[in-house]
């Protein structure tokens, strides 16, 4: 009889375990690649077994073991008398293949989980998943299928692309480190802030397309910001003295808070001015300030992120959009613009000065960022434009904007409230 209860509990136990699993099995293996391979594969043994026989007493460990007998197997067809085969089976005391029910722990046996490799392995798989030599595609995938625990169809329905499309960027990401050598270790202190900033940047990636998604029908997917979420705490935990990691989760906490407010019941994105801030999370936005502050105290100063976080503590505090320090904000985003210099961040100080200084001192601004050609493919800077133009009587030009902002524009939210302004105009 099949126990329905048994494949939940395989969902459950895999998006909890998942990371610590496949850096145990990395670092049994030296092999990232097959590491992650033998954990699918003891995944896919428990979504037979778990429903038949029943949930084992030690769910995360019977995954593991499964893991570690189906590598003696993959060593064993490698070579009959490998030296890690040999180690291996010598650690788990094997007798036979990964088949049938439950695996049993050999006594004496190497403990399951070793107290002070757990961290130290889910910190290495985020090093490894976003390492310099795959693409930011590539990166996205691999960390939300080895560190989230995400499948590839879960990967393909959040970002709108075939379930084949992840996969195959998750076997190239593989086969890259592969052949870049890449070892499963955290790497040493002098490597570590500059590979960090490829592990926080894609976490922001992904929390950003949760927040604002770039197309499809809904303006806010709330699993995949709140896995970046996740994995911001997860990381901010391994490393605590790392002010950057407090500064990006104070800013998706904060961020967040505003997600209750910003669709009507329908789904319609609701503007700033208009979000009812009753609404917004209190709790998300006490977490979001106390982690700002952790990370002015470990730190000589915000970051980007943490800038960003005190331009998003700047609108948490306030109680109407008439009652924000916009000076602040404007003289935050010209911080930011030194620090980490970007159109999209000269995009919303342009914003902020139109709050804090009118809509002409702003529209300098974008006027000039339109002459250089940025976000040539964006639909926010004609819509930023247009709005400025329509606040300053060019009802003319700001159609022209509005118009070419939504054919740029892939989201089906955002491209009805941009019809609205456009409609507004007439």
């Given at each position: 009889?099949?126990?329905?209860?048994?494949?939940?509990?395989v969902?459950?136990?895999w998006?909890?375990?998942?990371?610590?699993?496949?850096?145990a099995?990395?670092?049994?293996?030296?092999?990232?690649?097959?590491?992650?391979?033998?954990?699918?594969?003891?995944?896919?043994?428990?979504?037979?077994?778990?429903?038949?026989?029943?949930?084992?007493?030690n769910?995360?460990?019977?995954?593991?073991?499964?893991?570690?007998?189906?590598?003696?197997?993959?060593?064993?067809?490698?070579?009959?008398?490998?030296?890690?085969?040999?180690?291996?089976?010598?650690?788990?005391?094997?007798?036979?293949?990964?088949?049938?029910?439950?695996?049993?722990?050999?006594?004496?046996?190497?403990p399951?989980?070793?107290?002070?490799?757990?961290?130290?392995?889910?910190?290495?798989?985020?090093?490894?998943?976003?390492?310099?030599?795959?693409?930011?595609?590539?990166?996205?995938?691999?960390?939300?299928?080895?560190?989230?625990?995400?499948?590839?169809?879960?990967?393909?329905?959040?970002?709108?692309?075939?379930?084949?499309?992840?996969?195959?960027?998750?076997?190239?990401?593989?086969?890259?480190?592969?052949?870049?050598?890449v070892?499963?270790?955290?790497?040493?202190?002098?490597e570590?802030?500059?590979?960090?900033?490829?592990?926080?940047?894609?976490?922001?990636?992904?929390?950003?397309e949760?927040?604002?998604?770039?197309?499809?029908?809904?303006?806010?997917?709330?699993?995949?910001?709140?896995?970046?979420?996740?994995?911001?705490?997860?990381?901010?935990?391994?490393i605590?003295?790392?002010?950057?990691?407090?500064?990006?989760?104070?800013?998706?906490?904060?961020?967040?808070?505003?997600?209750?407010?910003?669709?009507?019941?329908?789904?319609q994105?609701?503007?700033l001015?208009?979000?009812?801030?009753?609404?917004?999370?209190?709790?998300?936005?006490?977490?979001?300030?106390?982690v700002?502050?952790?990370?002015?105290?470990?730190?000589?100063?915000?970051?980007?992120?943490?800038?960003?976080?005190?331009?998003?503590?700047?609108?948490?505090?306030?109680?109407?959009?008439?009652?924000?320090?916009?000076?602040?904000?404007?003289?935050?985003?010209?911080?930011?613009?030194?620090?980490?210099?970007?159109?999209i961040?000269?995009?919303?100080?342009?914003?902020?000065?139109?709050?804090?200084?009118?809509?002409?001192?702003?529209?300098?601004?974008?006027?000039?960022?339109?002459?250089?050609?940025?976000?040539?493919?964006?639909?926010?800077?004609?819509?930023?434009?247009?709005?400025?133009?329509?606040?300053?009587?060019?009802?003319?030009?700001?159609?022209?904007?509005?118009e070419?902002?939504?054919?740029?524009?892939?989201?089906?939210?955002?491209?009805?409230?941009?019809?609205?302004?456009?409609?507004?105009?007439?």
């Open positions: 009889m099949v126990d329905s209860t048994g494949r939940a509990a969902g459950a136990v998006r909890i375990e998942s990371a610590r699993i496949v850096g099995l990395a670092r049994y293996t030296g092999d990232f690649a097959l590491a992650e391979d033998l954990a699918q594969e003891a995944l896919a043994e428990a979504l037979v077994t778990w429903p038949r026989d029943g949930v084992p007493g769910p995360a460990g019977w995954l593991l073991t499964v893991g570690r007998r189906r590598a003696i197997d993959a060593f064993r067809r490698r070579a009959t008398r490998d030296d890690r085969y040999a180690a291996l089976a010598r650690d788990l005391g094997e007798g036979g293949a990964a088949t049938g029910g439950p695996p049993a722990e050999t006594p004496g046996a190497e399951l989980w070793d107290p002070g490799q757990i961290d130290d392995d889910v910190l290495a798989l985020m090093f490894v998943s976003c390492h310099p030599v795959l693409s930011r595609e590539a990166q996205v995938a691999l960390t939300l299928r080895v560190v989230g625990g995400l499948t590839s169809d879960e990967i393909a329905r959040a970002f709108l692309v075939p379930t084949a499309t992840v996969q195959a960027r998750i076997t190239r990401a593989k086969k890259t480190l592969a052949a870049a050598r070892p499963f270790a955290v790497p040493p202190a002098d570590r802030r500059a590979r960090l900033a490829s592990v926080l940047s894609v976490l922001y990636v992904i929390f950003t949760g927040s604002t998604a770039t197309s499809g029908e809904n303006l806010i997917r709330l699993d995949l910001a709140a896995e970046a979420q996740r994995l911001a705490r997860v990381l901010a935990r391994l605590p003295g790392e002010p950057e990691i407090h500064g990006l989760l104070a800013l998706l906490e904060l961020t967040a808070a505003r997600f209750p407010a910003r669709t009507d019941a329908s789904g994105p609701v503007l001015e208009h979000q009812n801030r009753l609404r917004w999370d209190r709790a998300a936005i006490g977490r979001g300030r106390a700002l502050a952790q990370a002015a105290e470990v730190g000589r100063g915000l970051g980007a992120y943490g800038l960003q976080a005190s331009i998003a503590e700047c609108h948490a505090v306030a109680s109407s959009v008439e009652d924000t320090d916009w000076d602040r904000i404007v003289v935050l985003y010209e911080a930011l613009a030194r620090l980490a210099p970007s159109p961040v000269d995009l919303n100080r342009a914003v902020a000065v139109s709050m804090a200084q009118g809509p002409k001192a702003a529209l300098a601004i974008v006027d000039e960022l339109k002459a250089t050609g940025a976000l040539p493919n964006s639909h926010l800077l004609p819509s930023v434009r247009g709005e400025l133009l329509a606040r300053i009587g060019r009802a003319d030009d700001a159609r022209t904007e509005f070419l902002a939504i054919d740029l524009c892939g989201n089906d939210q955002e491209r009805a409230l941009l019809k609205g302004k456009l409609a507004d105009l007439d």
